[in-house]
């Protein structure tokens, strides 16, 4: 295994973005990556928010190893198994919506795309309000309503119609709302903007959505695809309102890094979803449900959302002190749990921070329409030791730029 960089220039697409030119990563171990020359690195990125209970959870890879050995794949259409129905049963315990039921697939963009046909199919309204900076993911209905990089969307134009995309201004929608009545079915929001930079949207304007979805019979989706499963420091971030929406996607997380994708809504909404009207071959793969289960089962059991919110607390207060230092450097520091952003204002400090981090054996990715951002996005099990070590590292860039 030697110079994957050059062997993927002649083989793998260039469409992939890269954060990073020369990491080429081996093996994972909790918090640690160990890269192709044996140096092991701290891992703050989690795969973009993925490896929740950080990389190769024992717990996980057992549950792999034995659904591995059981069923590999049947898909759900073909006959029942154990797998999809306890994963759906566990989620039905977590999420905030009532007897809530669950459809599966791979990933976040399908799992969205689930919930945009699920909205329009149910409320027989094909209107969609989305919001400015909102990412959703890339499949062409995920992206008509994604507008966290605009580049995203060049070259594809044009996507889904009925699509409004609205600043975080309720009036503004309010006033969406009243110009396409009767022609708005859905309505799409992350609760906290991942791709679009760590922007918390405030909990008045999510009540203040849920009520105009009330009074124009409009189904609330909270994408909770980054957001979820931890964290905030709670399952899902829409709980910090007390808000719960209609339905809700997820992925990412849900199965440490494993590809699974969840469409979860109130039971009478799914019920007027009638048989045939959506599916897929592989949604809700054996193996990765038996990883989602044993993944929420060790969050659980190791209360991974309790050390989530107090080790949240003290990174971002730490940081908060960086700012402090540094605030020429650093204009805000924001997030929830162990889902943080360090908004620089420009990406150039970014880059050479990311890099110096890299370097002396931190892994962290930035976010933002232009890259100004800098996420911290730890396993929830991350120990304060290595939040510690993080934060040296970190401020030592800081000092060096
Ligand atoms: C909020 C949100 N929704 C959807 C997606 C798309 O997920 P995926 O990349 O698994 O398709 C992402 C990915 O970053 C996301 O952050």
Same mark, same amino acid.
């Given at each position: 295994?030697?110079?994957?960089?050059?062997?993927?220039?002649?083989?793998?697409?260039?469409?992939?973005?890269?954060?990073?030119?020369?990491?080429?990563?081996?093996?994972?171990?909790?918090?640690?990556?160990?890269?192709?020359?044996?140096?092991?690195?701290?891992?703050?990125?989690?795969?973009?928010?993925?490896?929740?209970?950080?990389?190769?959870?024992?717990?996980?890879?057992?549950?792999?190893?034995?659904?591995?050995?059981?069923?590999?794949?049947?898909?759900?259409?073909?006959?029942?198994?154990?797998?999809?129905?306890?994963?759906?049963?566990?989620?039905?315990?977590?999420?905030?919506?009532?007897?809530?039921?669950?459809?599966?697939?791979?990933?976040?963009?399908?799992?969205?795309?689930?919930? #945009?046909? =699920?909205?329009?199919?149910?409320? *027989? $309204?094909?209107?969609?309000?989305?919001?400015?900076? /909102?990412? %959703? &993911?890339? +499949?062409?209905?995920?992206?008509?309503?994604?507008?966290?990089?605009?580049?995203?969307?060049?070259?594809?134009?044009?996507?889904?119609?009925?699509?409004?995309?609205?600043?975080?201004?309720?009036?503004?929608?309010?006033?969406?709302?009243?110009?396409?009545?009767?022609?708005?079915?859905?309505?799409?929001?992350?609760?906290?903007?991942?791709?679009?930079?760590?922007?918390?949207?405030?909990?008045?304007?999510?009540?203040?959505?849920?009520?105009?979805?009330?009074?124009?019979?409009?189904?609330?989706?909270?994408?909770?695809?980054?957001?979820?499963?931890?964290?905030?420091?709670?399952?899902?971030?829409?709980?910090?309102?007390?808000?719960?929406?209609?339905?809700?996607?997820?992925?990412?997380?849900?199965?440490?890094? #494993?590809? =699974?994708?969840?469409?979860?809504? *109130? $039971?009478?909404?799914?019920?007027?979803?009638?048989? /045939?009207? %959506? &599916?897929? +071959?592989?949604?809700?793969?054996?193996?990765?449900?038996?990883?989602?289960?044993?993944?929420?089962?060790?969050?659980?059991?190791?209360?991974?959302?309790?050390?989530?919110?107090?080790?949240?607390?003290?990174?971002?207060?730490?940081?908060?002190?960086?700012?402090?230092?540094?605030?020429?450097?650093?204009?805000?520091?924001?997030?929830?749990?162990?889902?943080?952003?360090?908004?620089?204002?420009?990406?150039?400090?970014?880059?050479?921070?990311?890099?110096?981090?890299?370097?002396?054996?931190?892994?962290?990715?930035?976010?933002?329409?232009?890259?100004?951002?800098?996420?911290?996005?730890?396993?929830?099990?991350?120990?304060?030791?290595?939040?510690?070590?993080?934060?040296?590292?970190?401020?030592?860039?800081?000092?060096?730029?």
């Amino acid at each position: 295994m030697k110079n994957l960089k050059a062997r993927s220039q002649t083989v793998v697409s260039p469409v992939l973005g890269m954060y990073f030119n020369d990491f080429e990563v081996v093996r994972g171990q909790g918090s640690n990556l160990i890269d192709i020359n044996g140096k092991v690195l701290l891992d703050f990125s989690t795969g973009i928010a993925c490896t929740v209970t950080g990389h190769c959870h024992p717990k996980v890879v057992a549950a792999i190893k034995s659904q591995a050995e059981k069923l590999l794949h049947i898909c759900i259409g073909v006959a029942y198994y154990e797998p999809y129905v306890k994963l759906a049963e566990e989620l039905q315990k977590i999420v905030p919506i009532k007897d809530a039921q669950s459809f599966f697939c791979q990933s976040g963009t399908e799992a969205v795309e689930a919930a #945009l046909k =699920l909205a329009k199919y149910a409320s *027989k $309204k094909p209107g969609i309000i989305a919001f400015k900076g /909102g990412f %959703h &993911g890339r +499949t062409l209905g995920a992206l008509s309503v994604t507008t966290s990089k605009l580049k995203y969307r060049d070259g594809y134009e044009p996507l889904l119609p009925e699509v409004y995309i609205a600043p975080l201004d309720l009036q503004v929608v309010e006033g969406l709302i009243a110009s396409h009545r009767d022609k708005i079915g859905g309505l799409i929001i992350e609760p906290i903007l991942g791709e679009g930079g760590y922007v918390e949207v405030g909990q008045d304007f999510l009540k203040g959505l849920r009520q105009l979805c009330d009074r124009n019979n409009i189904l609330l989706i909270f994408d909770e695809v980054q957001t979820g499963i931890g964290h905030t420091g709670k399952w899902f971030a829409c709980e910090h309102a007390g808000v719960v929406p209609d339905i809700i996607t997820v992925a990412k997380g849900i199965a440490s890094g #494993l590809p =699974l994708g969840a469409c979860v809504a *109130k $039971k009478e909404i799914m019920a007027k979803w009638s048989p /045939g009207a %959506h &599916g897929g +071959t592989f949604g809700g793969n054996p193996v990765c449900c038996a990883a989602a289960i044993a993944t929420l089962k060790a969050i659980k059991e190791e209360k991974m959302l309790a050390n989530a919110t107090k080790l949240g607390a003290y990174l971002k207060q730490k940081l908060s002190g960086l700012r402090a230092q540094h605030s020429g450097l650093i204009k805000e520091v924001r997030g929830r749990g162990l889902m943080l952003g360090v908004d620089f204002g420009s990406s150039e400090p970014v880059k050479k921070i990311i890099n110096f981090c890299l370097e002396r054996g931190l892994v962290l990715i930035s976010t933002g329409a232009d890259g100004t951002v800098i996420r911290v996005i730890p396993a929830l099990n991350v120990k304060k030791t290595e939040i510690d070590r993080a934060l040296k590292i970190f401020s030592a860039a800081l000092a060096n730029v």
